[in-house]
């Protein structure tokens, strides 16, 4: 199965501030189908970015997603307090779909 | 507006059988996959399998296969997640999620909690 690690486990930020988040797969992800979701606590996720760089609908452009292959990058241009949070990555491209083990996301 | 709602918390002894259920509205049930999904408590996200209504084509993650059964209704669209003989380490949120094909998860239930203990 296609196992993805997150970079780092933890990022601490002020609010303005830019995050970018890491996503390195074992394997090549088929058809770059990442996906990136973003948990609060006591809250079910939400997706915010489909095929690694599409955004989900309602999601603000502040969140971009990039990369390609073994590599992916979810970016939150500046921090709004609504995203600290903890987020996921998945690729669904081959069964069984696998989620990285999270990036929280805190205010510093 | 699509909506799938989820059963009810659970408390269940080791040992004992359980069947939580995913009843999906406002899109047509057997157009789309369904997954599920295990948060442990304080834990990162878990695929546990998924399946598709129209076809009964069933795929499980190897490290839950066997453990659990996923099914489906396609009568009452109401997904399922079954265990024959709950442990300690089954205590956990279990949600199911609507995926489009070729597409992630794009809808979530509210959680189904099961917590087995003696």
């Known amino acids: 199965e296609v196992v993805l690690t997150q970079s780092p486990g933890t990022l601490s930020l002020s609010p303005g501030e830019r995050a970018t988040l890491s996503c390195r797969a074992s394997?090549?992800?088929?058809?770059?189908?990442l996906a990136w979701y973003q948990q609060k606590p006591g809250q079910t996720p939400r997706l915010l970015i489909y095929a690694a760089s599409s955004r989900a609908t309602g999601i603000p452009d502040r969140f971009s997603g990039s990369g390609s292959g073994t590599d992916f990058t979810l970016t939150i241009s500046r921090l709004e307090p609504e995203d600290f949070a903890v987020y996921y990555c998945?690729?669904?491209?081959?069964?069984?779909?696998?989620f990285g083990q999270g990036t929280k996301v805190e205010i510093k | 507006e699509v909506q799938l709602v989820q059963s009810g918390v659970e408390v269940k002894k080791p040992g004992e059988s359980l069947k939580i259920s995913c009843k999906g509205s406002g899109y047509s049930f057997t157009s789309y996959w369904i997954g599920w999904v295990r948060q442990m408590p304080g834990k990162g996200l878990e695929w546990m399998g998924i399946m598709h209504p129209g076809n009964s084509d069933i795929r499980y993650s190897p490290s839950f296969q066997g453990q659990v059964t996923i099914s489906a209704d396609k009568s009452i669209s109401t997904a399922y997640l079954q265990w024959s003989g709950l442990r300690a380490s089954d205590s956990a949120m279990y949600y199911c999620a609507r995926a489009p094909g070729r597409y992630p998860f794009e809808n979530w239930g509210q959680g189904t909690l099961v917590t087995v203990s003696s």
């Open positions: 394997q090549s992800v088929n058809s770059n189908y």
């Open positions: 998945q690729q669904y491209g081959t069964s069984p779909w696998t």
